[in-house]
Structures are given as C-alpha cells and as structure tokens.
C-alpha cells in the first residue's frame, strides 16, 4: 500500500492507528465487565427461583394501626353518622369537628381523686360511698331529700331539687321510661358543674355464642364554668355537651350484622330501570338519564339485552325499592310499569308523569325508613 502526502500526513495515519488500538483495548475491557454483570444478574435470577415456577401470591397489608371498612360497615358508619347528625339538627345544633377524650372513673378512683386533689377527707369520701350503690326515679329524690344528712347541705337539696326538675321534663318529652336516677355514675370533676349523664344499651349483644354487655355509648354533662376559662373576661356561659362512643356503636351493629340480627343496603339507589324485552338499551338510558337529571338515584344494567329475572334479582339483593319496567306494548300505549320490589305489586303509569309519580312514593318509602310502618 502506498501512502501519498507529506510527512505530516504520514503522523496523521500512525495517530489513528495508535487510537484504533486504544479503543479495542477499551472495548475488550468494556464487554468483559459486562459480562461479568450479567453472569451476576442471573445468579440473582436463579436465587429467586426457577424461570418456569409460579409466581408468588402479591398479598396486600393494611398499615399498623388503621383498618379497611367493607360496604357494609361503611353502611353503618354512614347510616349512625348521619343519623346523630340528622336528631341535633332537629334541635337546632350546628356542626364543628373537635377530637374529645373522656374517661368514665370506677367509685375507687373518683373517691382516691376526691381525696388527693379535691382535698375531701377519707371519712366524707366514705360518707358518700354510701349513697353510690343507690339508683331510682323521682321517688329516690324524694327520699334523699328526707335524709338526715343531706337535708342539712345546701347543695344537696339545690341539686336533689334540680334532679326533680329534670325528671319531670323527661316525662313531659315522653322518655320518663328510659331515664335511671343513678348515683354511681362519676364523670371529671374539673369542669363539670351540674347534671351529669350517660346513655346505656340495656340488651345484650350476641358475639359467637355468648351474649355480652355493652354498657354505656355516651356521655355528658353540665359543664357552666368551661367556656369562660377561654374567655378574656371569664364571661360565664351555660353549656351542655354529650360526647358520643360512635366506635362502639359500630362494634354493636356490626355484631348484630353478623349475628343475622340485621341487614344493611349498601346502596342508595331508589330506581332501577328494567326492560322485559331485548333492543331496549337506548330507552332505558334515555330514562336514566331523565332520573338523574331530577335527582333520582338510578341504575340499570350495562348488559345490551339482560334478563328480566336476572334484573330483578338484582333489585332483591340490593335491596333496590322500586323498578321501572319498559315493555313494547306499554310504550307504545305511553305508559310504562312501576314494580314495588318487596310487594311485586305492578302499576302502569303514564310516561310522562315517571318523574312525579316516582318522587311520590320514595318520599313514602323514607318516611316509613325514618319512622317505622305507616298507620293503616
């Protein structure tokens, strides 16, 4: 071979080829370390397992200190939610969100507490002891009135008289049976300055086999002095409270769900739209569609052409109350069928008057939801 140029030419070629030889070195170098990674890589493989073995179960974990809530026991915490809210806004309440933290003291700890802190001697505490196994109506008032002890107290009388006073308006609002003068019941003695209370179920629950207490799902009390330690001119300010065990509720009902004592509708759809014949899809979206618009919750099937057995089926196990059922011939005449699931009784309505006639009778079924079977 021969090379044609100046010497300057010459050293240009020999510089190449010194770095042609540089960079096989480099490559050479280069695929030994990656090959030395794979041979690695599939160590690691085979310490897993065999290419062809089954893949290993993916298993989901629920963080530590926190728990999942299936359907129906977001039903319940929904239903006991909304149900305290629903009662104290009948009464004029309105909604703030404050974590509360209450514990009910056992007789020893309230008489070690009214010792220690409140500076009562051993033989009073004792002396009140006395009275804490005692539990009635209006009678017991009046006869702890007539005791020798208490009747020399100021405060006992303006508190015994107070307890009269109370359980006379229980009687007027009708609850005077569900209402227990008990004297053992103690909540904190730093704020509460009047009347104190609890709510108790009385009936046990049944967990496995065994029937069980509950005990008390609430508590409160008369609490006048509260406020003003957070107000710049301690302005006195008349308070009562109540803080609810919603927890325990939920543990309540949830035994009572899987005892079989109670069912729970996991869904709030009132309407399901149904068709009796096939190549309806499009009629049954158009009133589907209509139903949404005036605020009806609705459902139909995705299915093109489902069957009519399967559809109410679906109502039955869904506890869907009603169903509008589109046939043929009722379209064509303008009408078309309301079916009331738990009676099957079937109704044909006009089409136009759906809206009205649907709002009618859901507003039925939620009265009766809310208060129990309607007067015949």
């Known amino acids: 071979m021969r090379f044609l140029g100046n010497l300057s030419t010459i050293e240009r070629l020999r510089n190449l080829a010194q770095r042609s030889n540089y960079a096989k070195t480099i490559t050479t170098t280069s695929c030994c370390k990656i090959q030395q990674e794979v041979t690695k890589l599939l160590g690691l493989k085979a310490q897993l397992g065999k290419e062809d073995a089954a893949p290993s179960k993916f298993v989901l974990k629920t963080p530590k200190g926190t728990r999942d809530y299936n359907p129906q026991q977001m039903t319940i915490r929904n239903n006991v939610l909304q149900k305290i809210i629903t009662v104290f806004k009948k ?19 309230v008489r070690t507490e009214m010792i220690n802190e409140k500076g009562v001697t051993p033989e009073a505490a004792d002396r009140i002891g006395e009275y804490v196994r005692l539990n009635g109506g209006a009678e017991l008032a009046d006869k702890l009135l007539q005791d020798d002890k208490l009747s020399k107290s100021k405060s006992a009388i303006e508190g015994l008289d107070g307890i009269k006073l109370l359980l006379h308006y229980c009687e ?14 103690a909540r904190g003695l730093d704020y509460y300055t009047g009347v104190i209370y609890e709510a108790v179920l009385t009936q046990p629950i049944k967990i496995g086999n065994e029937d069980q207490t509950v005990g008390s799902i609430a508590g409160g009390g008369r609490y006048d002095n509260l406020v ?10 008349p308070c009562v409270g109540v803080s609810i065990g919603v927890e325990r509720i939920f543990s309540v009902l949830e035994a009572k769900l899987a005892a079989g004592d109670i069912s729970v509708r996991t869904s709030d759809v009132d309407v399901y739209v149904a068709s009796a014949q096939k190549n309806f899809l499009e009629e049954r979206m158009k009133i589907c569609a209509e139903l949404w618009g005036a ?3 609705t459902e139909q099937s995705y299915k093109k052409n489902p069957k009519m057995l399967n559809q109410l089926q679906h109502c039955e196990e869904n506890g869907i109350p009603l169903a509008v059922i589109l046939g043929e011939s009722e379209l064509k005449r303008g ?3 309301i079916r ?5 009784s079937e109704d044909e309505i ?11 009778r859901i507003q039925v079924l939620d009265i009766k939801e809310m208060n129990g079977p309607l007067p015949k």
């Not at 107000?231 to 300010?237: I, L, W």
């Not at 009331?340 to 099957?344: E, F, K």
């Not at 006009?350 to 009618?360: G, I, N, Q, Y």
């Open 335 to 337: 009408l078309v069928k």
């Open 228 to 237: 003003g330690m957070f107000d710049s001119k301690n302005k006195q300010v």
């Open 172 to 185: 007027l609002f009708g609850i005077k049976d569900k209402i227990l003068f008990d004297l053992s019941l």
């Open 91 to 109: 009464h004029g309440a309105e909604c703030i969100d404050t974590p509360v933290f209450e514990l009910k003291s056992p007789w020893e700890e």
């Open 295 to 297: 605020g009806i919750k």
């Open 350 to 360: 006009p089409r136009a008057s759906l809206v009205e006639e649907l709002k009618s």
């Open 340 to 344: 009331n699931i738990s009676t099957r």
